[in-house]
């Protein structure tokens, strides 16, 4: 029954769809540690408050309100660079990337001696987390099947609760200046698993005229072996030949075709951002 399943071309577990499955758990660990950095304000607040206090200084309400509304802030910027410099740097540069900023968080969270070290932290951590919003949607429809491209994108927030939900656990059983070490085990293993077994997509490449190296990628993505009959390579051929169609009508798009979508992502992100999650993760242990 196994062996029937893994057979399954929608099974993720399929030779085809092996190394997509193994790409897509890797750079999740930086959205599980994107949600422990969401997680940990909430029981941290509380600890910081107390007489009991494991910092050599204290925040005030106007404080606390800038450090629980930096990772929003620094998400916008986030969002706005890495729509400037994916399509420059590719996935592959993008993905790397995130893992800096939000590194960054971690160090100045055991280094914090005020509030400033606080709130750069977790301006820096959105910086990722919005750079990460971008990228990882957007490199898993490129490298994935059609048929499990549902499955591998919803393991991004899937990943994200995953690591709310550890970071209260953690902050509220680990000392303060422990979590950061621990914490830092993911972009750490994010980074070098990125390194060394990711890929850029098929799709950058052939945009940038690299054809063989875009072939020699969509091979290892789809797992198709060098002696493998070329009828298999089909898909890449008619994804070729798109993708360079797509190219020479790129100087008929004008920026009033692009006015409709912009409006409804504004208004969506505004929508998100003001609702509930951010700020229910951030103050739960208040309310």
Same mark, same amino acid.
Not at 45 to 62: A, E, T, W
Not at 132 to 161: C, Q, W
């Given at each position: 029954?196994f ?14 769809n092996r190394?997509?499955?193994?790409s ?6 930086i ?11 909430s029981?941290t ?5 107390s007489v009991?206090s494991p910092?050599?200084?204290s925040?005030?309400?106007?404080e606390i309100s800038?450090?629980g509304s ?13 729509g ?7 996935s592959?540069l ?7 900023p939000h590194s960054?968080?971690w !160090?100045l969270v055991?280094?914090a001696? *005020?509030?400033? +070290?606080? /709130?750069i932290g977790?301006?820096? #951590?959105?910086?990722? =987390? ?23 994108g ?10 709310v939900?550890?970071?209260?656990i ?18 750490i ?5 990125n390194?060394f077994?990711i890929?850029?997509?098929p799709?950058?490449?052939i ?11 969509f091979?290892?993505y789809?797992? !198709?072996?060098?002696d493998?009959?070329? *009828?298999?390579? +089909?898909? /890449?051929e008619?994804?070729?030949? #798109?993708?360079?169609? =797509?190219d ?6 004008t920026?009033?075709d ?11 992100s ?6 509930w999650?951010?700020?229910c ?7």
């Amino acid at each position: 029954m196994f062996a029937k399943l893994l057979q399954s071309p929608n099974c993720v577990l399929h030779r085809r769809n092996r190394y997509q499955f193994l790409s897509t758990l890797f750079i999740n660990l930086i959205c599980i540690a994107h949600g422990i950095g969401v997680g940990w304000l909430s029981p941290t607040l509380r600890k910081i408050q107390s007489v009991d206090s494991p910092l050599d200084f204290s925040l005030s309400i106007s404080e606390i309100s800038w450090v629980g509304s930096a990772l929003g802030l620094g998400a916008v910027v986030g969002n706005i660079l890495m729509g400037l410099l994916h399509s420059r740097l590719g996935s592959r540069l993008s993905l790397l990337f995130i893992a800096f900023p939000h590194s960054c968080l971690w !160090i100045l969270v055991y280094f914090a001696k *005020s509030a400033e +070290y606080l /709130f750069i932290g977790r301006f820096l #951590a959105g910086i990722s =987390s919005g750079s990460m919003y971008i990228v990882h949607p957007i490199f898993l429809s490129e490298i994935s099947d059609a048929k499990i491209r549902g499955t591998f994108g919803s393991m991004v927030m899937l990943s994200v609760n995953v690591g709310v939900l550890l970071g209260y656990i953690l902050t509220t059983h680990l000392a303060y200046h422990i979590i950061p070490f621990v914490v830092l085990l993911l972009p750490i293993s994010y980074f070098i698993s990125n390194l060394f077994f990711i890929r850029e997509s098929p799709m950058h490449l052939i945009r940038k005229g690299k054809y063989s190296e875009a072939e020699q990628s969509f091979r290892y993505y789809k797992n !198709i072996r060098e002696d493998s009959q070329m *009828s298999e390579m +089909y898909e /890449f051929e008619a994804m070729k030949e #798109a993708l360079t169609q =797509s190219d020479k009508n790129l100087d008929r798009v004008t920026i009033k075709d692009f006015h409709p979508s912009l409006i409804q992502f504004s208004s969506n992100s505004t929508c998100h951002q003001s609702l509930w999650f951010s700020h229910c993760a951030s103050y739960c242990e208040s309310i």
